[in-house]
């Protein structure tokens, strides 16, 4: 069983130096670079339909912080994401306390980033929409990873894309580490901002590896002003839909004698 934990923000700016000592070792040919990424979305594909048979809780928690770091306002959410009887994937809010929020207003677009960009896959039907440029090799946490750039194209609708690096397994070939924003084009005017924000990934039933935990501190400059926001989520408690196997971080899986089930949601300014 193979874990990834979190590493800070100004590390995850890495040192041209770093990666220079590495890529000694892995100057890829264009050729390899392509073949690598087409391998690596091929993956994510079948990682993000396995994702779809899982259940799991989502804990999301935005906070407004002065410059201190003293909390001013929080938002959040906890939810299960289960199957129905009939095996309808469904999400199952547990607690959602009134939000106290005063400087910054969750838009469709912050919640879109929590649900699909924040947790970022990148499979072969993605492919065409990003331009992907290898950045070099690094390790991570004693994981050997391909480290790459993406950003979008081009920019179309209200579809919500990521732009950042992103940190590939270079064993299984799976992302395990991004660092960007949430980009696009937002549905009403207004001034949105978009935070900086970390996702990390753990194996699972030995096999995928799966969004666990997503954090952003950052400042957002609005035209009112500055703002400093902390998000976190978490994804916990993965069980494969239907069976008797539980999946739990770092360990080997153990006979759940009760069926599976939890959850997911939100975010942002």
């Not at 005063?102 to 912050?110: G, K, R, V």
């Amino acid at each position: 069983m193979r874990t990834l934990f979190g590493i800070s923000g100004s590390i995850l700016i890495f040192a041209a130096a770093a990666l220079a000592a590495d890529n000694t070792k892995y100057d890829l040919s264009q050729a390899q670079i392509d073949d690598i990424i087409q391998k690596f979305a091929a993956k994510e594909a079948q990682f993000s339909k396995a994702r779809e048979v899982y259940t799991y809780r989502q804990t999301a928690r935005i906070q407004e912080l002065e410059d201190s770091g003293a909390i001013t306002g929080r938002w959040e959410t906890v939810s299960d994401i289960v199957f129905s009887p009939e095996g309808k994937r469904a999400e199952h809010v547990v607690r959602s306390p009134v939000p106290t929020l005063h400087n910054i207003t969750l838009t469709p677009e912050d919640l879109e980033d929590m649900r699909s960009v924040q947790p970022f896959v990148l499979t072969t039907p993605d492919l065409p929409k990003y331009q992907i440029r290898y950045l070099g090799h690094q390790n991570v946490d004693e994981i050997g990873c391909y480290v790459f750039a993406v950003k979008p194209v081009k920019i179309e609708g209200t579809q919500r894309y990521f732009s950042g690096q992103v940190w590939v397994d270079d064993r299984d070939l799976q992302i395990v580490k991004s660092y960007g924003r949430g980009v696009g084009n937002a549905s009403r005017k207004g001034d949105n901002q978009f935070p900086k924000f970390e996702t990390y990934r753990e194996q699972i039933d030995g096999k995928y590896w799966f969004p666990t935990y997503t954090v952003a501190n950052d400042t957002l400059h609005f035209k009112s002003g500055d703002q400093r926001i902390r998000q976190t989520i978490r994804y916990e408690d993965y069980k494969q839909f239907g069976a008797e196997t539980k999946i739990t971080f770092g360990d080997e899986a153990k006979e759940d004698p009760k069926p599976a089930q939890p959850p997911a949601p939100p975010k942002k300014p």
